[in-house]
């Protein structure tokens, strides 16, 4: 299998140098250069993807880890990542593979076909890109995608969404579900601590969720200090209800001290039990915690009468109030997602597999 291979999202450019046209950092290079991300890199006079097929490791998950709580509950995901990301976040929680520039990160491999086959061998009802942010790999993510559909196999991308508009349309257009780390609600904290900007990420979230039949979910990192105020979580899920609709999950996740922000102390408990109150007071109706034990904030109830739909323990699933259209037992009202007509029974194990050929 080729690890090396064309892409088209850049154009030349009059003093010599070629611009990737991928995400709005639009990196200039010259013959040799990589971009940001390490993994897009100009040779032959043009920008190629040198990670084609290659991956940080492959692991059977829980889909709650990604997390995806309305996304057939219970099923087992097969996850992997690759090497690099196009941006900079100082907090990150995954540095060792999203922030890696030793290509010998990529210890397995396996071609689309591969993962197609392996996800249905391994009774995956989906495979996730994740770890780092799939969009730097995005032609190897849209040939698994393809490869997957047609095998059954559901993917899921667990991304920043920070990408340019005519990548973002042929990406999430082949992606069943979508978790976007909405890192925050200010372009302070995009510029400051990213290396980014936050209208893009916006413009992202907008397209995915009126633009395609993408199951959308977000993810914010509440981060002690940066970006936990009552009056930036009020304007952000404000505006999410606002532009993407009630119906779409929030997870408020808590932050633990990593990479280059281990001066910061974790985030409490109560900060994510606030967001997710702030949330259901502007009309989000699913508006989980995590990365804490809270069974009451990792659990889903009805937006209409309250009462508990599916039960959460970490990972684990318990008492489930679902029909088989996906609908309350006790209301009728419709819950918002793709429940496959019951729960899964995957529960919290992560089983680490090997995909490439000895």
């Not at 998950?61 to 995806?68: A, H, V």
């Not at 992997?80 to 010998?104: H, I, P, V, Y």
Request: glycine share 8%.
């Amino acid at each position: 299998m080729e690890t090396v291979v064309s892409t088209r999202y850049w154009h030349a450019l009059d003093d010599g140098r070629v611009q990737c046209d991928l995400c709005p950092r639009h990196c200039r290079l010259r013959e040799g250069q990589r971009g940001l991300c390490y993994v897009r890199q100009r040779l032959d006079d043009e920008v190629k993807l040198v990670s084609y097929g290659r991956s940080s490791g492959f692991c059977v998950d829980p889909i709650e880890k990604k997390p995806l709580n309305h996304f057939y509950p219970g099923s087992s995901v097969l996850s992997f990542g690759t090497a690099g990301c196009n941006l900079a976040c100082k907090f990150c929680q995954n540095w060792d593979m999203s922030k890696s520039r030793e290509m010998d990160t990529l210890a397995d491999a396996a071609s689309p076909a591969r993962l197609a086959e392996a996800a249905v061998e391994l009774a995956c009802k989906s495979v996730a890109f994740t770890y780092n942010d799939p969009i730097i790999f995005l032609e190897y993510a849209i040939d698994v995608a393809a490869a997957c559909r047609e095998a059954g196999v559901k993917t899921v991308a667990v991304t920043a969404g920070y990408v340019d508009p005519e990548p973002r349309a042929e990406f999430f257009h082949a992606m069943d579900a979508a978790n976007v780390d909405l890192k925050a609600f200010s372009e302070r904290f995009y510029h400051k601590i990213c290396g980014g900007h936050l209208q893009p990420v916006l413009d992202t979230l907008m397209f995915i969720r009126h633009e395609t039949d993408t199951w959308l979910e977000l993810t914010t990192l509440l981060i002690p200090g940066e970006n936990d105020s009552d009056e930036e979580l009020n304007a952000m899920t404000a505006w999410v209800a606002e532009h993407l609709g009630p119906d779409v999950p929030m997870h408020f996740t808590a932050f633990h001290p990593d990479w280059k922000m281990r001066d910061i102390s974790a985030t409490p408990p109560e900060t994510l039990s606030r967001a997710r109150r702030i949330a259901a007071e502007n009309g989000i109706r699913y508006a989980y915690t995590g990365n804490v034990h809270d069974a009451e904030g990792g659990s889903t109830w009805c937006h209409q009468c309250g009462e508990l739909l599916i039960e959460r323990d970490w990972y684990r699933l318990g008492k489930w109030a679902l029909n088989a259209k996906g609908r309350c037992r006790h209301c009728d009202a419709s819950i918002a997602g793709h429940f496959g007509g019951g729960p899964g029974q995957f529960g919290p194990k992560r089983i680490p597999v090997r995909l490439a050929t000895p």
